[in-house]
């Protein structure tokens, strides 16, 4: 088993940025990709960002240049910053692990004034 703890989201206005960290505990075994997706009301959650612990990223096209997905094997951690934020960024973001197994965390909202 796998838990995982965001946080980092909030409230800001278009331009702006925000960091959101989520951290891991539980079966190491079970830790290998971490990495964001984000869900709008009425929409179907999307892969934001994803990253290997070999550090290889992969990013969604609509925040490519202005999020950045790095983590820390060390402690389970894994960051996304995002820079630009845009009103369509707002959504419930979450966290996840694991591949044959997902373990998601319980979501972080980011909501984006213009």
């Known amino acids: 088993q796998v838990q995982l703890v965001e946080s980092g989201g909030g409230l800001v206005q278009a331009g702006g940025s925000l960091r959101l960290s989520c951290a891991a505990s539980?079966?190491?075994?079970?830790?290998?990709?971490m990495g964001w997706y984000r869900q709008a009301p009425g929409k179907q959650r999307e892969l934001v960002a994803r990253?290997?612990?070999?550090?290889?990223?992969n990013y969604a096209d609509s925040v490519k240049g202005r999020f950045t997905i790095s983590r820390d094997n060390a402690k389970n951690t894994v960051f996304l910053q995002m820079n630009s934020l845009k009103p369509e960024d707002t959504a419930v973001y979450y966290c996840?692990?694991?591949?044959?197994?997902?373990?998601w965390g319980q979501g972080t909202q980011v909501t984006v004034s213009s």
């Open positions: 996840y692990t694991g591949t044959l197994t997902v373990y």
């Open positions: 539980g079966s190491k075994s079970s830790i290998n990709v």
């Open positions: 990253v290997t612990s070999g550090g290889s990223t």
